[in-house]
């Protein structure tokens, strides 16, 4: 048993993690930069339209049981086996589904267009290995998230000298396409060595545990389908307003904004399993580590946001070329959408630890209507710079407006705003100091 103070491990698991993601971030930087060069903002646009209608449907693989399964181990202590193995199954099962259903709606949707139905058809392929990702779940709940950055690490390394022989080797996009498979696969190859070589439990199936996670998970998949809505609703639409060369200046935009983005998740993913462990401890540990979390997001995302903007010109610039000069201004306004995306990551984490998750649905289709209103109405006039414009409007409002509408989360409003103290960083006395 690890008696290590919980800070320690926190930060240590954080650090794992925000070093794996800064080398991925900085191959990623030099690489994908070569690739969207050599393919071009209609090609890159392509590829980036592949990868929204499967982010898309991610949710549906993982039925919810992303956002519950630590809270599943934490409270089902030794019987592991038996939660992850029926995990895997159900998305393994789900997987499959959604395969065939991004390939049924490429073909159907783009049936005009070969190269995009071939494109979305190879890309998905990856979709049958990320049921795999599940076991990161169990990597967190024990503080070891390390392997699971490092097994993201291996991969990325894999795709990265994969895409530089077809740069070298000048193949089409097809080639590209494929690199999913190539990324999920070799994730889950190391994930389920790790996960043997750390000594956990045999897999087994329940069907009784299936129904009571599902129970519990189900409130998270309509939800999570509406944030991938208005998370890939941009995406999607100004490829069919307007055309895939705009997806490519767009998606270089995100990627720009999203460069340190890792650093927010690595702390969110450490934070996770000791926030669920103080709330069975006590009321004010508990709320003591949500309000922590919300600052340390607030100010890395703040110190981010100013950062990306002031550079934003400088950047595209240099990573992307002259060809991708108009998604400098999408930068400027999309960047702030990274901050408030994450605000409502830490709110989901606490709704899950007040059983207040059966809220998700109505938050998140309140999203849903707005952005797509808002990409209606913006994406004619003002095109990619629209489409930010509507997906930054709608984190401020999912994520902080609706937080006073409804009452059920007025207290996370209350949390949210202690956290812009930031004193409320620091570690003394807001986390548990050891574990049992």
């Given amino acids: 048993m690890d008696h290590q103070p919980t800070q320690h491990r926190v930060a240590r698991n954080a650090a794992w993690i925000i070093t794996c993601r800064l080398i991925q971030a900085l191959m990623g930087l030099v690489v994908g930069a070569l690739t969207a060069r050599y393919l071009g903002p209609s090609n890159l646009g392509s590829i980036n339209y592949a990868a929204s209608l499967t982010a898309f449907i991610a949710p549906v693989l993982y039925m919810g049981l992303n956002a519950t399964l630590v809270h599943e181990l934490v409270t089902r202590e030794g019987r592991e086996g038996e939660v992850l193995g029926t995990s895997l199954l159900i998305g393994s099962l789900a997987s499959v589904v959604c395969f065939i259903g991004v390939c049924a709606f490429a073909f159907f949707v783009n049936a005009s267009e070969q190269e995009t139905v071939i494109v979305c058809c190879l890309y998905s392929v990856g979709l049958l290995f990320q049921a795999a990702d599940m076991l990161q779940f169990w990597f967190q709940k024990n503080l070891q998230s390390k392997y699971y950055a490092v097994a993201m690490l291996i991969a990325y390394t894999a795709v990265s000298a994969y895409r530089v022989i077809l740069l070298i080797t000048h193949k089409s996009i ?26 956990g439990a045999k897999f087994t199936v329940s069907k009784a545990t299936a129904k009571a996670m599902l129970s519990k998970s189900k409130h998270y998949i309509i939800p999570a389908l509406m944030v991938s809505i208005f998370a ?70 703040l110190i981010q946001c100013v950062g990306i903007a002031a550079l934003a010109g400088v950047l595209v610039q240099v990573l992307y070329g002259a060809a991708f000069a108009p998604a400098a201004p999408v930068v400027l306004v999309l960047v702030w ?100």
């Fill in 174 to 199: 097809y080639w590209f396409a494929a690199t999913a498979i190539i990324d999920h696969g070799v994730v889950a190859v190391i994930l389920l060595f790790a996960y043997r070589r750390k000594g």
């Fill in 232 to 301: 890939q609703t941009d995406k999607l639409m100004l490829k069919w307003m307007i055309g895939q060369e705009v997806v490519g200046y767009y998606t270089a935009a995100v990627t720009i904004c999203g460069l340190s983005s890792f650093v927010c998740a690595a702390i969110i993913d450490s934070f996770r399993p000791v926030i669920f462990e103080n709330k069975a401890k006590s009321d004010a540990a508990y709320e003591g580590s949500v309000t922590q979390l919300y600052s340390v997001i607030l100010y890395f995302s």
């Fill in 337 to 436: 959408y990274t901050a408030f995306s994450y605000l409502g990551a830490v709110r989901d984490i606490w709704l899950l630890g007040e059983n207040k998750q059966t809220l998700l649905w109505k938050i998140n289709l309140c999203g849903v209507l707005l952005n797509i209103g808002l990409n209606l109405l913006l994406i004619p006039v003002w095109g990619t710079l629209g489409a930010a414009a509507a997906s930054l409007t709608t984190q401020v409002f999912t994520n902080v407006i609706l937080g006073f509408v409804f009452k059920g989360i007025r207290r996370n409003n209350t949390l949210m705003a202690r956290g812009l103290d930031p004193r409320r960083m620091r570690l003394k006395a807001l986390l548990t100091k050891s574990r049992p």
